[in-house]
């Protein structure tokens, strides 16, 4: 007998908390979700929905309606696979927390992306320290039904293998690709900038801070600007990068990055706030509320 997914989450240990990998696919167990369960998602996307009018792009509502989540009731899996094979020929498959690196960017490489089964407590609405159902499947699903960003994000899992490969300096460049664009990124659109990463697009706070606030830097797309850039894990982001389409994100990420790797390995990083001579500007951040140390 198989036995139930377990939810893998962090430990506590005496040098605070460290994330715990996991690496096999799971079912989604999904008559084990209890009441508290699916009224947590019911509230996290009716709240959300609510906030993305006007903020998230187009794109991404276009995707999410035609994927049709069930707003009540945390969605089946397979009930959404057909839907999205259809429209890209990517799936889900279920996971029970965070995986490590080679095994995430393989699942990618292989249009297949990892959901974590489990969602969040009723304590937890407002922040948790890693994915779970709420982020995975409202967060990053919808656009894998947008045929360039599903390619983006395949290219993007198979850079991961070469990265991987290559050594953990360009594994460090490449994530802060993924983190400033599938899980940060701002687009702009005709009518002002908008959200498309699912970092933002599921978090009440950031969804508002990243359009609306004077705090933080929003900074034109820049490639190799970006794989210098560290970030922040335990707070907003005090930079945004934005880019014009999907388009010129699969474009800029389609040459081999091994010669961009060993240029940037001769440079030093960028602090996650800084502004570049060569930076498009598009709005300087005020730098309130920023913490001096903390990037990653
Ligand atoms: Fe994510």
Same mark, same amino acid.
């Given at each position: 007998?198989?036995?139930?997914?377990?939810?893998?989450?962090?430990?506590?240990?005496?040098?605070?908390?460290?994330?715990?990998?996991?690496?096999?696919?799971?079912?989604?167990?999904?008559?084990?979700?209890?009441?508290?369960?699916?009224?947590?998602?019911?509230?996290?996307?009716?709240?959300?929905?609510?906030?993305?009018?006007?903020?998230?792009?187009?794109?991404?509502? !276009?995707?999410?309606?035609?994927? $049709?989540?069930?707003?009540?009731?945390?969605?089946?899996?397979?009930?959404?696979?057909?839907?999205?094979?259809?429209?890209?020929?990517?799936?889900?498959?279920?996971?029970?927390?965070?995986?490590?690196?080679?095994?995430?960017?393989?699942?990618?490489?292989?249009?297949?992306?990892?959901?974590?089964?489990?969602?969040?407590?009723?304590?937890?609405?407002?922040?948790?320290?890693?994915?779970?159902?709420?982020?995975?499947?409202?967060?990053? !699903?919808?656009?894998?039904?947008?045929?360039?960003? $599903?390619?983006?994000?395949?290219?993007?899992?198979?850079?991961?293998?070469?990265?991987?490969?290559?050594?953990?300096?360009?594994?460090? @460049?490449? +994530?802060?690709?993924?983190?400033?664009?599938?899980?940060?990124?701002?687009?702009?659109?005709?009518?002002?900038?908008?959200?498309?990463?699912?970092?933002? !697009?599921?978090?009440?706070?950031?969804?508002?801070?990243?359009?609306?606030?004077?705090?933080? @830097?929003?900074?034109?797309?820049?490639?190799?600007?970006?794989?210098?850039?560290?970030?922040?894990?335990?707070?907003?982001?005090? +930079?945004?990068?934005?880019?014009?389409?999907?388009?010129?994100?699969?474009? $800029?990420?389609?040459?081999?990055?091994?010669?961009?790797?060993?240029?940037?390995?001769?440079?030093?990083? !960028?602090?996650?706030?800084?502004?570049?001579? +060569?930076?498009?500007?598009?709005?300087?951040?005020?730098?309130?509320?920023?913490?001096?140390?903390?990037?990653?």
């Amino acid at each position: 007998m198989n036995n139930p997914p377990q939810r893998v989450e962090h430990q506590l240990t005496d040098k605070g908390y460290v994330p715990v990998y996991t690496t096999g696919v799971v079912e989604q167990p999904w008559s084990s979700y209890s009441e508290a369960d699916h009224a947590v998602w019911a509230q996290l996307f009716a709240r959300q929905q609510q906030l993305l009018v006007g903020r998230a792009s187009d794109e991404f509502i !276009v995707a999410q309606r035609a994927m $049709a989540m069930s707003a009540q009731r945390i969605p089946k899996f397979d009930e959404l696979n057909p839907i999205l094979r259809a429209a890209t020929g990517w799936e889900l498959v279920g996971v029970e927390g965070l995986l490590p690196e080679l095994t995430f960017f393989d699942h990618l490489a292989h249009r297949r992306f990892p959901v974590t089964w489990w969602i969040r407590t009723p304590e937890q609405m407002d922040y948790l320290s890693e994915p779970d159902l709420f982020h995975d499947l409202f967060g990053h !699903v919808p656009l894998l039904m947008n045929p360039v960003f $599903a390619d983006y994000m395949q290219a993007y899992g198979r850079g991961g293998v070469k990265a991987h490969g290559i050594g953990p300096e360009a594994l460090v @460049n490449l +994530t802060r690709l993924y983190w400033y664009t599938a899980e940060f990124g701002l687009i702009r659109q005709a009518d002002g900038l908008r959200i498309y990463g699912s970092g933002i !697009v599921s978090s009440k706070g950031e969804s508002i801070h990243c359009l609306e606030s004077a705090a933080p @830097n929003r900074i034109g797309f820049g490639l190799e600007r970006i794989m210098r850039t560290r970030y922040r894990i335990d707070t907003y982001q005090k +930079t945004y990068f934005v880019i014009d389409s999907f388009e010129q994100l699969f474009d $800029a990420t389609l040459p081999d990055f091994t010669p961009i790797y060993k240029k940037l390995a001769l440079q030093d990083s !960028v602090a996650a706030g800084a502004v570049l001579d +060569t930076d498009a500007v598009f709005n300087r951040g005020s730098g309130e509320g920023w913490l001096a140390d903390g990037d990653v």
